[in-house]
């Protein structure tokens, strides 16, 4: 069973930065593709960001490229999502989430991912 949780999440101003983490613990970390997804009030969880097993080819939702980097440490057993020029409408909770792999990988699919965290607390003011 893989655990996941999220923090760094809080209040910052429009413009400003923020750097949300994912611990994980349990499975094999090393092995997993990790998504990054938020749900505003009232909206559908969307997909922000993925980063698959190896690192490379990571992933990104229009809304946010070029402005959010998703990173991951194999040996920390963490993933991070580096958030840069917030604006208001980047405010919601966002959910890590684990994919066990196993062959394609469909980083957009809320489906794809086995595990969730219970989410962190972004609110952006403009």
């Known amino acids: 069973q893989v655990q996941l949780v999220e923090s760094g999440g809080g209040l910052v101003q429009a413009g400003g930065s923020l750097r949300l983490s994912c611990a994980a613990s349990g499975g094999t970390f090393g092995t997993y593709n990790m998504g990054w997804f938020r749900q505003a009030p009232g909206k559908e969880r969307e997909f922000v960001a993925g980063?698959?097993?190896?690192?490379?080819?990571?992933r990104y939702a229009d809304s946010v490229k070029g402005r959010f980097i998703i990173s991951r440490d194999n040996a920390k057993n963490t993933v991070y999502l580096q958030m840069n020029s917030l604006k208001p409408e980047d405010t919601a909770v966002y959910y890590c989430s684990a994919d066990s792999g196993g062959g394609s990988w469909y980083y957009a699919d809320l489906s794809e991912y086995e595990y969730w965290g219970q989410g962190t607390h972004v609110t952006v003011a403009s």
């Open positions: 980063i698959p097993w190896s690192g490379e080819n990571t």
